[in-house]
């Protein structure tokens, strides 16, 4: 085998993923010596997603979509994986928190619907007045784009474009990479507005890195640091063991549903490989618990997981997926199409800032602002972005923020399962168009009564 500079296919990777850690160790520089960047509190992967962005797009950084990309899928799923795995604290809020995976994805899906009756009046709008040529079912696009992010705003925006929409994946795909920046910049300024108002824990003179007690980095029974095999190697093994078992069961799932459905295995088969962290979270609670009761029958004496270096693991995947996912940001051409998409970039970032202002306050009274952060970050971004937003004002995942998204999101494939069938319909013709629109806020009446209700029947209790 050939190890020279030759084998671009043996060194590429590794030389891309060296400038991401060099990025990302100048990004954190910056914030801690320039007083202008660290008053800001602008996360340090934000800064080095931004650098690499600035960076790449002027040529200067061989870095490539398609690997940051692959970095971003992969990082999601090994940091979710690494959060799941570890052992809840006893009397947590999550414990004390009813239906709040229904609740969070009902607040998803309606987020969704709410951007979609936005981008539909926005777009019908334009399209009887100043764009007698716009394609009056591209509002549909807003959702793709800010709701649920590149992937499916790629998938949307080529499906129409056959259908009539010049310029339609472009547009999808400026769509989200407007909604990731609007997560960025809306996002920092409200952590700023938290910090100003002292409504949250945004600063770090509670959390020194470092600072770590014995109690808190090593739990009763758990393996002992003088141990033959590191207890960090430990970690790792788990995690990557539970991915390599996600894996398996989204190629089975695939597969079956090719054998038994394949005209539906076009549909479902994309969206269990996009949420395939929902796949390993559970899995990977489901191997907590397993080892939780092997203990107890006495089976196993040792705990194995360990959250302090968890919570290091997932950190260290949130902060690469931060940068990657950032980086690979890219606008297309959207000649004869800026003005629809300003507009629906402008609207749909500060009204969805205003419903999950509203609606968080009301689903999470407990950590409003921690939920606030991650849904917002998440509904105009990805969940990466939601994720680095909650890591400002809750760095070891206390609240059961982070949870609430991988919950929601479990939820919202269910209810959101209607969606499908609208982003179909809503192109055929006006009068389908139009009956589309009604649709969605049917819809979105009905699920923001099923939050109100369910909110309220705890209250009851």
Known sequence: MDFSAANTELWNSVLQLGIMAGILLLANVLRRKVDIVRKSMVPTAVLGGFIA?????AGILPMTGEFLETV???TIAIGFIALSLRNPEKNSDSDKSDFVGLRSGALIVSTYLLQGILGLVISIGLAYTICPGLFKASGILLPM????????ANNVGSTYEQLGFKGGQSFGLSIAAAGFLCACIVGVIYLNYLKRHKL?????????????TVDFFQDRNEIPISESIDRLSVQVALV????????LVSLGLTSGVARLAPGFAKTISPVIWGFNFIIGSV????????????RRVKLMTRQYPNNYLLS?????????MTIAGIAAIDFRDLTGLWIPFILMAVVGGVVTFIYLKWACKKLYPDYEHEGMVSMYGMLTGTISSGVLLLREIDNSFKTPAANNLLTGSSFAIVLGAPLLVLIGMAPESDFMLFVTFGLLVVYFILLLLLMLKVKRKKAVK
């Open 53 to 57: 962005l600035i960076l790449r797009t």
């Open 72 to 74: 971003t899928y992969h």
């Open 145 to 152: 784009g800010y709701g649920q992010g590149p992937g499916q």
């Open 200 to 212: 949250a824990n945004t600063g770090s003179a509670d959390y020194v890195s470092g600072s770590v």
């Open 240 to 247: 990557m063991l539970i991915y390599l078992g996600t894996y």
């Open 283 to 294: 899995l990977a609670i489901v191997c907590r618990m397993v080892f939780g009761q092997l």
């Open 312 to 320: 290091r693991i997932s950190g260290a995947a949130f902060d690469f």
